[in-house]
């Protein structure tokens, strides 16, 4: 079994800056899809960023409203997930979950992610 655990997140001002942590441990596979995920509160999960890898590439997706500020990356050796997160906007207040699919393929969908972190909350005061 897979277990990933989010850190990195907090109260910040509007225009700044946090970098999250997924960690994973237990039976980690290389070359799998992973993701990022958050949720305002009275809001549905939303798919943030994803990074897979096919072909010897990297491919990298980000939700329209964060393209250009936030940056999905990975240190496979680490097994470790990153979420940078720049220019930070009352918007993006929501808890954030780290999730990982058995398989190279991931999408924007929940359904497309098997194991799932406890979440980090990001706060973001104008």
């Known amino acids: 079994q897979i277990q990933l655990v989010e850190s990195g997140g907090g109260p910040v001002q509007a225009g700044g800056s946090l970098r999250l942590s997924c960690a994973a441990s237990?039976?980690?596979?290389?070359?799998?899809?992973m993701a990022w995920f958050r949720q305002a509160p009275g809001k549905g999960r939303e798919f943030v960023a994803g990074?897979?890898?096919?072909?010897?590439?990297?491919?990298?997706d980000y939700v329209d409203s964060v393209r250009g500020r936030f940056t999905i990356s990975r240190d496979s050796a680490q097994n470790t997930m990153y979420l940078q997160m720049t220019d930070l906007k009352p918007e993006d207040t929501a808890d954030y979950y780290c999730?990982?699919?058995?398989?190279?393929?991931?999408?924007?969908?929940?359904?497309?992610?098997?194991?799932w972190g406890q979440g980090t909350q990001v706060s973001v005061s104008s």
């Open positions: 999730a990982q699919s058995r398989t190279a393929w991931g999408g924007r969908a929940s359904i497309d992610y098997d194991f």
């Open positions: 237990g039976r980690t596979l290389s070359n799998v899809a």
């Open positions: 990074i897979r890898q096919s072909g010897g590439n990297t491919f990298y």
